[in-house]
């Protein structure tokens, strides 16, 4: 700011990025360690949900998705087993979209270093 010559300012805004607090709270729906309600809304205001987005879109919508945003691989694959899976019962918590996702993918690709239901 001596650079800049600015002497004095009336406030600082910081963006510190995600809460840890938010992403581990198992009933905001983040993670998939404890079973939560499949939420994800930054914004708990927001009215749309992952439950929302899980259950009602369409294999390609899903997969678009997952490939898009999560460059996941088997997007396709988890796309499909969504789908299949909505259809006898529909996704409700965090443990089992990963399970559903678990499923979808390859034995040999479950050796990765990160959870392989973290993308998605």
Do not use: Y
């Not at 998939?32 to 949900?49: C, H, I, K, V, W």
């Not at 997969?63 to 088997?74: A, D, H, M, P, V």
């Amino acid at each position: 700011m001596a650079d800049l010559n600015i002497t004095q300012v009336d406030g600082i805004l910081l963006d510190l990025g995600l809460s840890s607090f938010q992403l581990d709270d198992a009933q905001r729906g983040f993670g998939f360690r404890a079973e939560g309600p499949l939420d994800m809304r930054m914004n708990q205001e927001s009215p749309l949900t992952a439950f929302d987005l899980v259950n009602s879109l369409s294999q390609k919508e899903i997969s678009s998705i997952l490939k898009n945003f999560g460059q996941e691989r088997w997007h396709q694959r988890i796309a499909r087993n969504i789908v299949a899976q909505r259809s006898e019962k529909l996704i409700e918590t965090t443990t089992e979209l990963c399970n559903v996702v678990l499923r979808a993918i390859p034995r040999r690709s479950k050796k990765e270093k990160i959870h392989p239901a973290t993308r998605t």
